[in-house]
């Protein structure tokens, strides 16, 4: 129970919450413009593909803050199961309705399957359950994960995790920076090569995505463990529409130097400025609350804007339809991630948590034990 007091008196960062609801937000209306202006430099959100890297920033700082004083006391394996908590249930989720949404979809789910075939259909739901990469479905893109094209980043995240467990955790500061610094190189070279940082989410492309969340994960953590967060009285509407403006600025064709420029200072900076201001009243509310549904939303939407694109390809509407179907989308993906979120996703994990507490507190009472009857020999 010295854990979950610990925890429960520990600051809460609302702002971040806040930023990270912006940015899930963010996503989901970035891909429905992927359809609406597939070219990046006409559409009104052409950088809204960097708020997976703003993601593994936050995901930096946050597990630093989360787990780098209490991990060696709660073990590698307890920090592995409760990253699995924390995840898993919604990769498993969001495989089981992408499933549904690839073979159901009415414009094009009766071609894939007969294209694909029921084995090759059944092997790619299983390997998206075991966050295992299978981009050989057709009407995907060769996406890494067909079912659910944005869970590419969360096996990063579970790389990462891994890497932050085993090694970054008994990292002494120096050598962190050296990390650092070799993930800027990295990035930059990925960056420069491809024009953008748009990549890693499919197979052509898959290495890349290493690069992008070691930069940025390193970065939040590396933000963390210096301290290097920013007092300050801003409102949480400002840093809001400062990240929404990272995702509105216009898009040109290789404009890798200004988008190395804003994941690797700008994003930090909102970090560090995120973590130092405070938030009150219906604002808030409002941070929490997205903060909630930011991971929900960005498992579950995307089945809905590839029918959203498989039926722009098909009907052929007018730009009124378009954007009248696409705010109904849009809507029905706020309101199924809220679902998710209160139905499944919430309700699962603190079933799941109450469990591993039970065998964690088990597991240092026999532990206890054995020492005490060691000592007493």
């Keep these: 129970m010295e854990t979950k007091n610990l925890l429960q008196s520990r600051q809460h960062y609302d702002v971040l919450d806040g930023l990270r609801g912006l940015a899930a937000i963010s996503i989901v209306i970035f891909h429905l413009y992927e359809f609406i202006t597939p070219d990046y430099t006409k559409s009104p959100i052409g950088h809204g593909y960097l708020a997976v890297d703003f993601f593994f920033c936050l995901s930096g700082f946050v597990i630093g803050y989360a787990y780098d004083g209490r991990a060696p006391q709660l073990g590698l394996k307890t920090f592995f199961r409760n990253r699995l908590i924390r995840l898993h249930p919604m990769v498993i989720w969001g495989s089981v309705i992408g499933l549904i949404g690839y073979i159901w979809d009415p414009f094009t789910g009766a071609a894939n399957m007969a294209e694909a075939g029921l084995g090759a259909v059944l092997l790619a739901f299983l390997c998206s359950l075991l ?156 941070c929490q609350f997205t903060g909630r549904l930011s991971y929900p939303l960005y498992m579950t939407h995307i089945w809905m804007v590839w029918g959203f694109g498989n039926w722009m390809a098909k009907a052929k509407p007018g730009q009124q339809e378009i954007y009248v179907v696409a705010a109904c989308v849009f809507v029905a993906s706020l309101l199924m991630g809220y679902l998710a979120l209160r139905l499944y996703d919430e309700p699962l994990r603190n079933w799941l948590m109450r469990l591993n507490r039970k065998q964690f507190e088990e597991n240092r009472s026999a532990a206890a034990e054995k020492n005490g009857v060691a000592a007493a020999r």
């Design 131 to 286: 966050m295992l990469p299978y981009p050989w479905l057709p009407g995907r893109a060769e996406g890494l994960f067909p079912y659910n094209t944005p869970a590419w980043s969360l096996l990063m995240e579970y790389l990462i995790n891994i890497f932050y467990g085993l090694v970054l955790l008994r990292l002494p500061k120096r050598w962190l920076l050296v990390l650092l610094g070799i993930s800027a190189v990295w990035i930059c070279a990925v960056a420069a090569h491809r024009g953008w940082i748009i990549t890693g989410w499919d197979a052509p492309t898959f290495p890349d995505g290493f690069a992008r969340v070691f930069f940025s994960f390193l970065a939040g953590l590396t933000v963390y463990r210096f301290n290097w967060t920013i007092r300050n009285k801003w409102n949480f509407a400002v840093l809001g529409l400062l990240l929404i403006g990272v995702f509105i600025y216009p898009h040109f064709n290789n404009d890798w130097i200004l988008e190395m420029a804003l994941v690797m200072i700008v994003f930090p900076l909102l970090l560090s400025l995120g973590a130092g201001a405070s938030v009150s009243g219906w604002l808030r509310g409002f």
